[in-house]
């Protein structure tokens, strides 16, 4: 989770924010004092490398069926599909591997900014939300780009964003919406550096939401709580059509 090259920081926190952010550094800490051996961030170094290795622009000009389902098999988002299989099968079919190949090839190495990639990736791929093309983005260009699932909105909730940043009552946002999702995630990134956490890219910060969530689910009763925010798109990340 080492930060490389940082884009300019356009997102401006509210000092209420930064004093929530303040309120989990110590604990954030703890979690980092435990990398070498904590199972979850174990797990985000073994993932980097297995979709640096599936989802490069070389390995896309060769990719087949199989390599296709391991990088649908491994995605957070897909772990709630008992039969991964059937999951891989089912995108196949409704939307042809050549389709799906030449799709993740132009969000990923495309030209374009980042919200055009992202929107057409949307229209042109069937059964795929955006927890998991923004999984798929951040394990590929974490330096660039963040995880937008459940968790992280929750945690953003928690720290203050709900009326700063609307789009977390929607689980499906438009590329638009991603972008400025990242440009809030540049300013936790450089927020976090002036408490001396450095060297995180994005996917550093989104542990540290990650922590934030743990803990107030921790401290909360009864112990599922928090719930994600109010949602007006909940339908499963895998089987929205829009």
């Not at 920081?9 to 209420?16: D, M, N, Q």
């Not at 030449?102 to 791929?125: C, H, I, S, T």
Request: net charge negative; glycine share 4%.
């Amino acid at each position: 989770m080492a930060q490389r090259e940082c884009p300019p920081v356009t997102t401006r926190l509210s000092p209420l924010q930064q004093e929530a952010i303040a309120r989990f550094v110590p604990v954030f800490r703890r979690y980092l004092d435990d990398a070498e051996t904590d199972a979850n961030i174990l797990e985000y170094r073994a993932r980097r490398e297995l979709y640096s290795g599936l989802l490069s622009l070389e390995a896309l000009r060769t990719m087949g069926e199989l390599e296709f389902g391991q990088v649908i098999s491994a995605l957070w988002s897909s772990r709630l599909w008992g039969n991964k299989g059937y999951l891989v099968e089912k995108l196949i079919r409704e939307n042809t591997l050549p389709v799906l190949i030449d799709a993740l090839r132009n969000v990923l190495w495309g030209k374009a900014a980042l919200p055009a990639r992202y929107d057409a990736f949307r229209r042109a791929v069937k059964g795929l939300g955006a927890a998991s093309i923004t999984e798929i983005l951040a394990f590929v260009h974490p330096e660039q780009c963040g995880l937008w699932n459940d968790m992280a909105r929750a945690a953003l909730d928690l720290l203050g964003f709900r009326e700063a940043f609307p789009a977390l009552r929607k689980a499906q946002i438009s590329g638009a919406e991603y972008s400025a999702f990242n440009d809030l995630l540049a300013a936790l990134q450089a927020e976090l550096a002036a408490h001396r956490i450095e060297e995180l890219d994005y996917l550093g910060v989104n542990y540290f939401l990650f922590a934030v969530w743990e803990t107030a689910r921790e401290r909360l009763t009864p112990p599922e709580a928090p719930p994600a925010p109010p949602t007006e798109d909940a339908a499963p990340d895998f089987d929205h059509d829009e």
